[in-house]
DNA sequence: AGCCAGGCCCTCC
DNA sequence: GGAGGGCCTGGC
């Protein structure tokens, strides 16, 4: 099935910049797993190009583009954070890179495993989760695994998430599982709040500190004037903009989202992927050089 | 081998 | 409230 696209957009960046832990990218096709199916995206002239399955691809078009976000007009979004030549420069680099809306509680629970550890491994931990907690989906020959529910993930204990080399977050990831099958805190209104209350709310989750409450604010709950800085975006902002003045985390956050503004959020991803893509083309060139 | 990874929590001041 | 250290583990 297709969808037509008039917007910028960049798959690959857009799936495989560190948003979402769960797409494979093989012959110019992305496989992943959204809304129980297994689904491959392709992008060509037209627009997208897409299946799924089990459910029938009508069913599953609309949230797709509800995940991707094609009603944003990321043009209006540029023009808002575009306020210098280095991070113009940065947009025109990943120019179509847009900002997913995903699954709340799937968001948190990837955020929490991410802490301190690098994108390969949290790829492999939160596969590894779903693998053993999730619900199994056959397709087609195909094999993946449904993000598990609260209560599947609840169920599973610190000691076996440890079992998976999720390392000290398993425990972080039992207890934030317990406290929303517990109902203390409901993910879903969360986007209804306003950004101040919905990250106090989430703070309060075991192993969830600003930047992993920014990451899920950003990604999930439609809050894109969250900035999480990261160790990535703290060296950015450090080279590019601070010229020297010390700033906590918390601060340099304020102070970022006071600059690109309501959309802030974009102006970090796109700092986020530009640096760490540029970290691995030298590393790359180091190598073949030497 | 050793450093770093999309940090958080706890302690101490 | 802010700085400093510890932390599981694996990727490179």
Redesign the pocket.
Known sequence: MLIPVSQPLDLAATLL???AFRWRESDGWFDGVLFDNIVRLRHDTDGIEFTCAPDDERAIQPLLVDYLRLDVDLDAVYASIATDPRIEAAIARFRGMRILRQDPWECLIG??C?????????T?NVESICTTFGRPIEANGSSRSAFPTPVELAGAGESRL?RL?????AG?VASTAQTIVDGALDLATLREDSYEDALDAL?A???????????VL??SLDKPEAF?V????EQRLNEWYLDGT?L????MRHWAQERFGPFAGYA??YL??DR?LR?KVS?TDDRSGS
Do not use: E, M, W
């Not at 080399?165 to 977050?169: P, Q």
């Not at 075991?206 to 920014?214: E, H, L, P, Y």
């Open positions: 910049s560190g948003q955020f929490i991410s802490s301190n550890s690098n994108i390969p491994r949290i492999k440890r080399g999720l390392g000290y977050r972080f703070i989750l075991d192993g969830v500190g600003d930047k992993v409450a920014n990451c950003l990604f999480p990261d160790t990535h975006v010390k906590s985390l918390p601060k970090n991803q986020f992927h760490r970290l590393t």
